[in-house]
């Protein structure tokens, strides 16, 4: 009987708390909304968390703003980008380093993460020398350019992205890959056609983690665009001005970045299937 | 179809030498089998046919030509794996038409010889389903479809049935030793489990250590074992070995064992000298009930319906005998045996070589 009321008990606990953590997690999310909603008279004048009645201007004022839809054209481009090219280059890199016998590999692998090692404002100062001293080619630079920030979103997410990836492809049976090229395939072709699917789900995690990331930079951001390259993090600080702070716009403008990191993420999650090598080999 | 021969061929891994110069000669359309315990290096041999591993000294020819250098892809060969190796993310008719579409054949053609696959493998219920949805056996016979379509000069299996139950490992037995009656293709298979090497095989190739112990038709193996290591691993109870030493009684030569019992030989005097240690080996068939012989001790009695299997001891030596008959006997019973010269395997004990 005791055992019948502990099992019954034991969803209703679980929606419980996930109802709570999820309200936590989401509330900040609803201020934000809440914020945006509103004017700035409703919003300084009477302070509640209620929205009485929509202010659109907030948002429309937002949409039609060149600066922001640069900002943000900007962050799109950067973040994927950056995802994609992580994952290819990572996807190839754990490849050799789980099927090639390489001397060192183990040690190579270890090396990738030290860059991760250090705490990044370390690598501001000299990263900011070689954008505007040292990396430049007659009139061309790299500080304020999306090249420039998506080549070294790469540097910091690569190691990350084999990390995480390596466990993946070693996941992949290497018998898969021998059957592969006894049916006549040759190396590119087993990457392409047995690989790649069968690694789609990893692929999808290390390139939602990877746009996430290149997505939400502010501080690399910040320090090596001007103008340009300027991305959407950078434009919310923007309404943080000497003059004050336009919360209503900002709030805004958050909301709506968060509509293509959703969108990201919608589409990324249907690669996630957990188990598809089952049925590959015997266990 | 084409003949493989495989000369002198070694392997090393850094500074260890894994196979120690195999040669095997394997005709255009045989079935030869790789067998012997595991570490022996038959996968290891059968992996450098195919190409999946590099040969370090040596030639593989496949239909006259050394392929030492070719990739898998220009051997022309299909090789069934003991893990099935299926591609998880397709399905069966994907499987098996997936090395005609990497040679960019005509639909038309894939889709016909998918299809007469399917139909000798019974699988034409199963072109839609995934790896995932099928049983072991299924997968295994994916598998060998998606090695037929490739009608290709030379099927290599590599313990295709290890994974597989008892009853599904003989019913698959049946079919492979079927579909290369019916193909003819040459065929190398590898196997630790001798039973399968025995029923199977055109030719045995018994490998031990990297080394080739003995190649020979399964019976010629069984009947004439050229060392110990040979006779103790072909046959199943295994032969049983008494060990002792040439004596000789009313002038014919024999086997004295350490324990005092004598066991007349029928080998040619002049292959013996007095005091050489031997190896006396005896088929548990070969091994008979009645007085007139040595005397054993039983120990234990394993009736299996069709055959009666005793354990016993002859002096301080275990002996195993199978006999056709109901036989009611009780542990620590003496029995009388009669041990068959003309039946018995004489081998050195030193060299391990068969005397005669």
């Known amino acids: ?53 929509f202010f659109t201007e907030n948002y429309l004022s937002t949409l039609s703003d060149p600066a922001f839809q640069r900002y943000m054209t900007n962050s799109i481009v950067i973040a994927t980008s950056n995802a994609l090219l992580v994952t290819a280059l990572a996807l190839l890199a754990t490849y050799a380093l789980s099927r090639y016998k390489l001397p060192g590999k183990e040690n190579l692998f270890f090396w990738t993460i030290t860059n991760r090692m250090a705490p990044p404002a370390v690598f501001l100062l000299p990263l900011f020398l070689l954008y505007t001293q040292v990396f430049v080619v007659a009139d061309v630079k790299l500080f304020d350019t999306k090249i420039g920030l998506i080549l070294l979103y790469c540097v910091f997410n690569l190691p990350f992205a084999i990390w995480t990836l390596r466990g993946v ?31 789609k789900p990893g692929l999808a995690v290390t390139g939602i983690l990877t746009w996430v990331f290149a997505w939400n930079e502010y501080l690399f951001a910040a320090t090596l665009t001007s103008v340009n390259a300027r991305t959407i993090t ?50 | 179809m084409a003949p493989v021969t495989i000369t002198n061929v070694r392997k090393r891994y850094g500074s260890a030498e894994v196979i120690h110069g195999v040669s095997v000669n394997i005709e255009d359309g045989e079935f030869v089998i790789l067998v012997g315990p595991s570490g022996c290096g038959k996968s290891t041999l059968l992996r450098m046919v195919a190409g999946l591993e590099e040969i370090s000294s040596g030639d593989v020819r496949i239909g006259g030509k050394v392929v030492n250098d070719r990739p898998p892809k220009d051997r022309d060969i299909a090789m069934v794996f003991q893990n099935y190796a299926l591609y998880p993310h397709m399905t069966v008719y994907d499987n098996m ?18 299809r007469h696959a399917a139909s000798i493998l019974d699988l034409e219920k199963l072109l839609d389903r995934y790896p995932r949805q099928l049983s072991g056996g299924q997968r295994q ?41 019916r193909l003819k293709t040459t065929t190398i298979y590898v196997t630790h489990d001798q039973i399968e090497a025995m029923t199977m095989a055109d030719k045995i190739v018994v490998m031990h250590d990297g080394v080739v112990e003995q190649i020979g038709a399964p019976l010629e193996l069984y009947d004439r074992p050229k060392n110990l290591f040979v006779a ?7 032969m049983n ?53 040595p005397a054993a001790h039983v120990s234990v009695i394993e009736p299996t319906g069709s055959e009666t299997q005793v354990f016993m001891k002859l002096g301080s030596n275990p002996l195993v005998g199978v006999f056709r008959e109901r036989i009611a006997l009780h542990p620590g019973e003496r029995l009388g045996i009669r041990l068959d010269p003309g039946k018995a395997h004489l081998f050195d004990k030193t060299s391990g070589q068969r005397l005669a």
């Open chain 1, 234 to 283: 950078t434009g919310l600080a923007e309404f943080v001005t000497v003059t004050g702070t336009n919360w209503g716009r900002m709030a805004a403008t958050a909301m709506l970045t968060l509509v293509p990191a959703l969108l990201v993420l919608g589409l990324a999650q249907r690669h996630i299937v957990a188990g598809l090598t089952f049925g590959a080999v015997k266990e």
């Open chain 2, 141 to 181: 016979r994916v598998a060998m479809g998606r090695a037929i379509v490739r009608d290709p000069q030379v099927f290599l299996f590599d313990e295709p049935l290890s994974n597989l139950d008892a009853k599904l490992r003989v019913q698959m037995r049946a079919e492979i030793k079927e579909l290369h009656q």
């Open chain 1, 1 to 53: 009987m005791r055992h019948f009321r502990r099992k019954a008990s034991g969803p209703l606990v679980a929606i419980v708390f996930w109802t709570v953590a999820s309200l936590i997690t989401l509330f900040p999310v609803y201020w934000m909304f809440a914020v945006s909603a509103k004017s700035r008279v409703q919003l300084f004048g009477s302070p509640s968390f209620l929205i009485s009645s």
């Open chain 2, 97 to 114: 038409s997936f090395s005609l579409r990497l040679k960019r054949r005509p639909v038309s053609e894939i889709d016909s010889k998918v």
């Open chain 1, 169 to 199: 492809i070693d996941g992949i049976p290497k018998e898969l890959d021998e059957a592969a090229f006894v049916d006549g395939a040759n190396t590119w072709q087993v990457l392409t056609q047995v690989i790649l699917p069968l690694a």
């Open chain 2, 241 to 293: 070995f008494i060990e002792g030493q040439v004596s000789a009684v009313n002038g014919q030569p024999a086997m004295t064992t350490d324990d005092g019992v004598v066991l007349p030989v029928s080998v040619p005097r002049a292959l013996l000298q007095t005091g050489q240690r031997l190896v006396y080996g005896i088929r548990p068939e070969h091994i008979t009930l009645g007085e007139g012989g």
């Open chain 2, 232 to 238: 103790g691993f072909i046959g199943s109870p295994a």
